[in-house]
C-alpha cells in the first residue's frame, strides 16, 4: 500500500469528476469517466497546460467507404479521448497517446480501487 | 534578338548523365489544336479571332492585363522555341532539348495553364484538353525519341476528365495525367475527384499537379503591381492550396498507389508548409480522420520538380529543406521555355548531393513514377 496514493473514496466519484493528486513530486489528474477511472499526468507534453481538466469525449474516425462520397464520420462506441484545454492536444484516456502521433504520450497510471477507496499506483508507459 | 542558346556551354557535364526533363512547356498554337476540334468549338476557336497564339504577351507587356510580361520588357528571348509569340513545332522542341542538355522530355499544354482558371463554361475546357491530346498524339508525341506528353484533365468535368483517361489509356505516348492548381475550386482534395484519381491509380498513370496563376494582378487579392509580386506568391499559394487539400482530405489514403507529385514551384515552400500544417495538425487531428500518419510525412511521399531551383540560397538551407523532402522524391524539371527556367546543371551543382542523388533527380525518380 505504500506506493499507492490515495484519492478519495470511489463512491464519492461521480462521471466527470476530476482529483488531483500529486506522485512522486507529478500532478496526477484522477477521472472517472464512463464509470471508470483513469489517471494521467496532469501536465500537457505540448506547452504543460492543465489537461486533465480539460474536454473528455468519445473519439471521432472516419471511414472512406468509396471514392466520390463523402468519408463518413461516426464516434468510437469504446475509445475516450481528453483534450487539454489551451490548446486542444487530444489523448487517448487509456494509453496517453497523442490521436495525431503516438510518439507523443501523456504518461498514465495505474488506478487501484481498494476497500471502497481510489487509489494511484505506479506510471503505466 | 534571340539568345544564342546553340552555344554550347558545359556540354561534357551534360553528357555525362542521362537527363529526363519532367516540365517542358509545349508552346501549342489554337489554330493547331483547332484541327482537332469537335463542334461547335472547332468553329468558334477558328473564327474567334485569337491568332496563332491567342492573348499575345507581347501585348500585355505593355498594356497589362496581369502584371506584366513573361519576357521581362525584352530582356528574355529563346531561340530554340516559340517563346513568347509564334506556334511550337515538334522540330524545335528537340532543338530546345539539345540545346539545354535534356535526352527525355514531358511536354505539358501551355494554354491549358490558362483555362484552368475558366470556371464558368467547363465545356470549353474539355473541349480543348479533348482537341489537345489528339493533336499531340498525332503531330508531337515520340515516345521512341524521348518525347512523351501529359494529358491535361479538365477536372470541372469529371465525365469529360474520364473520357480522356480512356482515350489514353492505351497510348504509350501519354505517362500522366496534368491537373492545373491554379484556380481549381473546391480544391483538388475534394470527394468530387475520387473517380478520376482512382481511375489513374488504375491505370498506373502519375497525377502531376503543375501551378498557375502568377501575373494575374488580382491573384487572391487584386492590386499587385509587379510580375516580381504575383509570380513569387502565386505559384506558391496555388500548389500549396492543393497540396494542403489533397493531404488532409486522405487521397493519398484513398488511392495509395497514386503517385503525385507537384511543379513548378521550387523545394523551399514545403518544409513551411509541413512544420505549419503538422503544427496545426496536433491540435486538430480529428478534421482529418482518414490520416494515418503527420500531414508533413504525407507531403514527403509526394514528388517535385526541382524547378525553379533556389541555388542563390544559403546552401546550409536549401540542403536542409532539401533533406528534409528527399532527394528520392524530387525530379529535374526544366521548365524550358519559360523566362526563369533551369538546365540540368543547376542540380549537378549542388554541393551536397552523392553522384547518386544527382543521377536520382536528373533521371531515375522520373524513370519510376512515369515508368520510362
Known sequence: MSDLVEVKPADEFENGDREFVD????????????????????????????????????????EFKEPGQ???????????????????????????????NDDISLPTYEVVVEDGVVYVGGQKN | ???????????????????IDCDCHYMESFNDVAEYMEEPWKTKFEGSNFDEKGAKQ?????????????QAHGKITREHSSYPDDPETPERIREGMESIGVDETLLISHLILAGAGTIADDTRQSAFAKAYVEYMSEEVLDPDDGIHGLAPIPYYDVDASMEILDRIEDRDEYVGACFVTAGATPPLGNRKYDPIYERCEDMDLAAVFHTGGAGLDEYVRGGYQEMLETHTLGFLESNMSQI??????????????????????????LPGLMTRLDEEYLKRPEEAPLLEKKPGEYITDFYYGTQPLEISADPAYLEKCIDMVGADQLMFASDYPHWDYDRPTTVMDLPFLSEEEVEMVLSKNAQEVFGL
Open chain 1, 23 to 62: 506522485v512522486g513530486g507529478v500532478e496526477v489528474g484522477v477521472l472517472q469517466v464512463e464509470d471508470e477511472f483513469y489517471a494521467l499526468q496532469n501536465y500537457c507534453m505540448h506547452d504543460g497546460g492543465p489537461v486533465c481538466s480539460g474536454k473528455t469525449h468519445r473519439k471521432l474516425l472516419g
Open chain 2, 244 to 269: 494542403v487539400s489533397l493531404v488532409v482530405q486522405g487521397v493519398p489514403e484513398k488511392f495509395p498507389d497514386l503517385d503525385i507529385s507537384f511543379m513548378e514551384s521550387g523545394v523551399t515552400y
Open chain 2, 1 to 19: 534578338m534571340s539568345q544564342a542558346d546553340t552555344e554550347s556551354r558545359r556540354q561534357e557535364d551534360l553528357d555525362a548523365y542521362h537527363v
Open chain 1, 70 to 100: 463523402r468519408v463518413e464520420k461516426s464516434y468510437s462506441e469504446d475509445e475516450c479521448v481528453i483534450s487539454c484545454p489551451w490548446h486542444g492536444w487530444s489523448y487517448d484516456i487509456e494509453s496517453g497517446d497523442h490521436l495525431a
Open chain 2, 58 to 70: 507581347n501585348l500585355s507587356s505593355f498594356f497589362p492585363f496581369s502584371t506584366g510580361d513573361r
